[in-house]
């Protein structure tokens, strides 16, 4: 079959993603640890026999009820900008990770794809994309339609891509940043000067932003940069330098268009992070304690074999405790360690090509892409190249884990390896010998890999309440049939390569079969499946409660009254909450009723209502309920109060609310206040005229006697902006179409397929 034959890689990087997401796609399962959550109050379903994964919890608490919101507003023909449920309100849009104008986002919510399975479908699409991505650009840097397909196969299946898949903000933003850097770089391929290749630029960069991780857009800008000026340099120190200075500044401005069209949802979060209550200063103290989350030197066995640092689904079974313990032994020698934060682990089929490389290096070519690896590895490491990022770039300091730019690294040691793959001409019967020492230099790098454990046990040093032996025992346990795994895997990849080798390079088959293989063996499955997604809670629709809650736990699962966010998806308006950004007056506001700080220590972006909090304080907020546990339940307690929204003649009635209009009726004359944050976008319409809208904390607005229909309507500040410098962008990217299209849009030589 001739399509089948030249269409095998896109169709083989496409259907890649089943290996890790058949559970949801087909049995149609959640994925996030749903039944984990599920075991606390109020719904004390039976406890569980994995192990607690705290980041991957993120994907219930955080992800799932914002893709809920953004999905049912779309499906409601409204913009999604503010969540009513959280935190006494919260901006929704000017969350970035809601990715509340991400086009498949909108897509699935016009779909009325229930949310669980658009998860899902979502994340099958972008471990497709980046595999995709990564084969073009592989391909752009001389890989053969072979090479480009190991390499694509290697990301999408990757620990890394793998690890995060259940975090989606994370792959949705990676997916889009082997296309940019593709793009860059054909952008200066002497056959190229085509404006479809600008375009491209554009709109991966645009994706990559309003895709909603900020923190991975800047690594995807930073790899940008950093390729441009190496080509910058190469055009300009090489024999036929002519027009560079052109592309360049096309490259440049695309990357402007880019983030032109993602102004609308990008210029809100800058608006609203001003606000935000982690906004810092640089500081000596805290690059220490950025740093201290790097990767260590103890992590680094997972880079042949991500599996020998452990799995967090799967339970330690050599120890008994009241909770299973992870075999992800990291975490207890290093504090705040995941398995996602530090999965720089390759594989040996991609260790094992990229031995080959050394046959020939075409510094000009590679140089670029391998200079974002190295650099990404540096900083990954909490080397001192880290320093410079910290205190020179705005915002980098409230970043996360130095850790998740490895990310970097993955990808261009699988594009690199993709490219040793390629067919080239064949060295002389008498050199042929050495194209196997790649299979020797593996084989010694397992074995290091594997019994480096072994050396290191004396120096590791086991946190919190496990004592050595304990910790030992955990170590033994863990590693045992990964080491195995190791060897197994190791071994086929050797074999793999050298049956290719051995058959001239013809035998291109054996390296697929051999990247499935190798994901299959040496990438532990850390994502949590559940049944279906069902945290329902029975509460008031329009009332305000407060869920009392103290701790969180990185190791186990707290018996919380309701975790932070799980009320939304109830759509129960809780005073707590959960969110990547928290306006600082909300915070005051709870650690004034609390009387403490109101996030618990191992996570500072949850805001708790505590067991310390002042119950008149609580009904100064609006809240009608106090929500708290007991051993035969959850105990709901009435506050005494005017509720959440009021006027001197007694209770408004609040009509209808959604993501951006909240409607009441109230009587005058007086202040009607809601006990909803007060934020600048608020504006008020009494009677269907202007009025003017009060208060720093809570929204208040005047009335006069009678009756009278409030409607309050929120607009993202910076959105209206936005909108006019997205159709400038939109007027630019079609300008630049039709220039593509009267230019004729002649192939080269490189186009797909070939």
């Known amino acids: 079959m001739v399509w089948l034959r030249r269409y095998w890689p896109y169709l083989t990087i496409a259907l890649a993603p089943l290996l890790v997401l058949w559970r949801g796609v087909f049995l149609g399962q959640a994925l996030g640890p749903f039944d984990q959550i599920r075991q606390m109050a109020p719904w004390n379903g039976p406890k569980q026999g994995q192990p607690w994964d705290v980041l991957q919890a993120d994907g219930v608490l955080q992800f799932y009820p914002w893709r809920d919101l953004v999905f049912e507003s779309w499906r409601n023909g409204q913009v999604p900008f503010w969540n009513p449920y959280e935190l006494a309100g919260t901006p929704l849009l000017a969350n970035s990770q809601s990715g509340a104008l991400y086009p498949p986002h909108i897509l699935m919510g016009v779909l009325h794809v229930p949310t669980a399975y658009a998860i899902v479908l979502l994340a099958w699409f972008h471990l497709a994309i980046a595999g995709l991505g990564t084969y073009f650009l592989a391909r752009q840097i001389g890989a053969s339609r072979l090479g480009g397909a190991v390499s694509g196969l290697s990301f999408s299946l990757s620990a890394f891509m793998v690890a995060w898949t259940g975090l989606p903000s994370v ?3 990676v997916a889009w940043i082997p296309w940019l850097l593709a793009f860059i770089i054909q952008a200066f391929a002497p056959d190229q000067k085509r404006p479809s290749t600008f375009l491209g630029i554009s709109m991966s960069a645009a994706l990559m932003i309003l895709a909603g991780h900020l923190q991975f857009v800047a690594y995807g800008f930073f790899a940008a940069f950093l ?27 695309s990357l402007g268009i880019g983030g032109l069209i993602a102004a609308p949802q990008l210029l809100p979060v800058l608006e609203f992070s001003t606000f935000s209550h982690r906004r810092n200063q640089p500081s000596e103290e805290g690059y220490l304690g950025y740093q201290a989350s790097a990767i260590q030197p103890f992590e680094m066995v997972g880079i042949m074999h991500p599996n020998l640092v452990g799995s967090p689904s799967e339970p330690v079974k050599a120890i008994e405790s009241a909770q299973p313990l992870s075999s992800y032994w990291p975490e207890y020698i290093k504090r705040g360690a995941n398995f996602a934060e530090g999965a720089i682990g390759l594989g040996p089929l991609v260790i094992g090509l990229l031995l080959l490389a050394r046959r020939r290096f075409d510094v000009r070519r590679w140089g670029g892409i391998a200079l974002v690896g190295l650099l990404a590895f540096l900083l990954a490491t909490g080397t001192a190249v880290g320093r410079l990022l910290y205190f020179a770039i705005p915002g980098w300091s409230s970043t996360g884990s130095p850790g998740r730019i490895s990310v970097l690294f993955v990808l261009v040691m699988c594009v690199l390896a993709g490219v040793a793959a390629t067919q080239d001409k064949e060295p002389e019967p008498t050199e042929k010998w050495r194209l196997y020492v790649p299979i020797a230099g593996m084989t010694i790098l397992a074995i290091v890999s594997i019994y480096s454990l072994m050396f290191a046990m004396g120096d590791l040093t086991p946190l919190g309440p496990l004592n050595s032996d304990i910790f030992a025992a955990i170590l033994k346990s863990a590693t045992g049939n990964p080491k195995a795994l190791a060897a197994m895997s190791t071994l086929l990849a050797a074999i793999a390569i050298g049956y290719w080798l051995k058959q001239e390079r013809k035998a291109g088959w054996v390296l697929v079969l051999a990247a499935f293989t190798s994901f299959l063996l040496s990438v532990p499955q850390v994502l949590c499946w559940s049944p279906a997604p069902d945290l329902a809670i029975e509460g008031p629709p329009h009332d305000r409660v407060a ?36 306006h600082r007056d909300t915070v005051k506001m709870l650690k004034d009723i609390d009387g403490q700080d109101p996030p618990p220590p191992a996570n500072g972006n949850m805001m708790f209502v505590k067991p310390t909090a002042d119950l008149q304080r609580l009904a100064a907020a609006g809240v009608s309920q106090v929500w708290t546990q007991t051993p035969t339940g959850i105990k709901k307690t009435v506050l005494e109060g005017q509720g959440r929204a009021y006027t001197p003649d007694g209770k408004a009635d609040i009509l209808h609310e959604d993501a951006g209009q909240i409607k009441l009726q109230a009587n005058g004359p007086g202040w009607l206040v809601l006990k909803d944050r ?72 490189t186009d797909e397929p070939g």
């Open 171 to 173: 792959t949705t933003t």
């Open 227 to 253: 390729l441009l000026l190496w080509l910058m340099l190469s055009e300009a120190t090489g024999s036929k330098a002519k027009g560079w200075q052109r592309t360049a500044l096309l490259a440049f401005a």
């Open 547 to 582: 869920m009392m809650n103290e701790s969180w736990d990185i190791w186990f699962a707290v018996k919380a009254t309701a975790p932070p966010n799980t009320a939304a998806i109830s759509r129960i308006h809780e005073l707590g909450g959960y969110d990547s950004l928290v």
């Open 678 to 749: 007060n934020m600048p976008g608020w504006f008020v319409k009494v009677d269907g005229k202007q009025a003017t809208l009060t208060g720093d904390l809570w929204r208040e607005v005047e009335l006069t006697p009678g009756e009278h229909v409030v409607e309050m309507n929120y607009v993202a500040p910076g959105y209206p902006t936005g909108l006019g410098a997205a159709a400038l962008g939109w007027l630019l990217v079609i300008g630049a179409a039709l220039a593509a299209k009267r230019n004729g849009n002649r192939p080269s030589a």
